[in-house]
């Protein structure tokens, strides 16, 4: 087991806060966002405000336009840590 790697919290992050910090480090606007994605801008706003939830299908693709995997997005703040068995 110890071939294993462990999944472990780091910090607090929501969902919508993980969407906002990735599409802020990318310098993409909510507008540049909802243009890339066909996501309205208000939609956006709600998930990025943990108003609406994401879901599997937007979760893929605003990873798809942010360039990042889906669960970076719906599990924000977790990593891998090496070495440690389950």
Same mark, same amino acid.
């Given at each position: 087991?110890? =071939?294993? #790697? $462990?999944?472990?919290?780091?910090? =607090?992050?929501? !969902? ?11 310098? /993409?606007?909510?507008?540049? /966002? ?8 208000? #939609? ?5 405000? =943990? $108003?609406? $939830?994401?879901?599997?299908? $937007? ?6 336009? /942010? ?6 997005? !719906? ?12």
């Amino acid at each position: 087991m110890k =071939d294993f #790697t $462990r999944a472990k919290k780091q910090i =607090d992050v929501s !969902v919508g806060e993980s969407v906002k910090i990735i599409r802020e480090l990318q310098e /993409l606007s909510q507008n540049e /966002l909802a243009t890339m994605t066909g996501i309205p801008q208000s #939609t956006i706003s709600a998930i990025e405000h =943990d $108003r609406v $939830r994401l879901g599997v299908e $937007r979760a893929k693709v605003l990873a798809k336009a /942010l360039k990042c995997h889906p669960a970076v997005l !719906v599990f924000p703040g977790w990593t891998m840590e090496q070495g440690t068995t389950a």
